[in-house]
Antibody, heavy 125, light 110 residues
Framework: EVQLVESGGGLVQPGGSLRLSCAAS????????MSWVRQAPGKGLEWVAN????????YYVDSVKGRFTISRDNAKNSLYLQMNSLRAEDTAVYYC??????????????????WGKGTTVTVSS | EIVLTQSPGTLSLSPGERATLSCRAS???????LAWYQQKPGQAPRLLIY???SRATGIPDRFSGSGSGTDFTLTISRLEPEDFAVYYC???????????FGQGTKLEIK
């Protein structure tokens, strides 16, 4: 069964740090881009960051640039999100998602086809 | 950066009715970069449609997507009780290479 399981969420004070993990199983993790997506309480979805299969390319939403770092360990089938200088507005459920992109008949497709259940991050004093 | 605007914000319909959800982009979007997701309370999002019109694995054929350029539509032909949820459109922008989501449409039981 294809599965993503996040962990590492919790309560942290403003300015603090937290490291999220996502364990992948049921598919060849090293063959896929991966993304983090978050959802603040009562709000919509916001893409946070993604990383290429070999870790050579990483992209971030502007609001987390310089504070968050995405990484992966293909040997451990794991994705990470190191979050520093946390702010109240970073409070959210954080999902990891398989970032599916493929080329078919001269057309590139991009979407997220597998999602974890999420881990909750609360930034508060 | 492309902005996606979904309408209506809330749609109130009865089971058996047809639902039409709109997603409008601030600039033209490649159809192959446009996806739709369903999210129920307390659950992760689920992929419904990719490439604007291709159903994901296991998605019932009452769900269909259409559109091109700046206007995209998700249609649910005949609503089932389990279809009442929040729906998001999403696009991938190659420059910059980031994803953006619409703000969502809540489909509620009338």
């Amino acid at each position: 069964e294809v599965q993503l399981v996040e962990s590492g969420g919790g309560l942290v004070q403003p300015g603090g740090s937290l490291r999220l993990s996502c364990a992948a199983s049921g598919f060849t993790f090293s063959s896929y881009w991966m993304s983090w997506v978050r959802q603040a309480p009562g709000k919509g979805l916001e893409w946070v960051a993604n990383i290429k299969q070999d870790g050579s390319e990483k992209y971030y939403v502007d609001s987390v640039k310089g504070r968050f770092t995405i990484s992966r360990d293909n040997a451990k089938n794991s994705l990470y999100l190191q979050m520093n200088s946390l702010r109240a507005e970073d409070t959210a459920v954080y999902y990891c998602a398989r970032d599916r992109r493929y080329f078919d008949w001269q057309t590139h497709y991009y979407y997220m086809d597998v999602w974890g259940k999420g881990t909750t991050v609360t930034v508060s004093s | 950066e492309i902005v996606l605007t979904q309408s209506p914000g809330t749609l109130s319909l009865s089971p058996g009715e047809r639902a039409t959800l709109s997603c409008r982009a601030s600039q033209s979007v490649s159809s192959s970069y446009l996806a739709w997701y369903q999210q129920k309370p307390g659950q992760a999002p689920r992929l419904l449609i990719y490439g604007a019109s291709s159903r994901a694995t296991g998605i019932p054929d009452r769900f269909s997507g259409s559109g091109s350029g700046t206007d995209f539509t998700l249609t649910i032909s005949r609503l089932e009780p389990e279809d009442f949820a929040v729906y998001y459109c999403q696009q991938y922008g190659s420059s910059p290479p980031v994803y953006t989501f619409g703000q969502g449409t809540k489909l509620e039981i009338k």
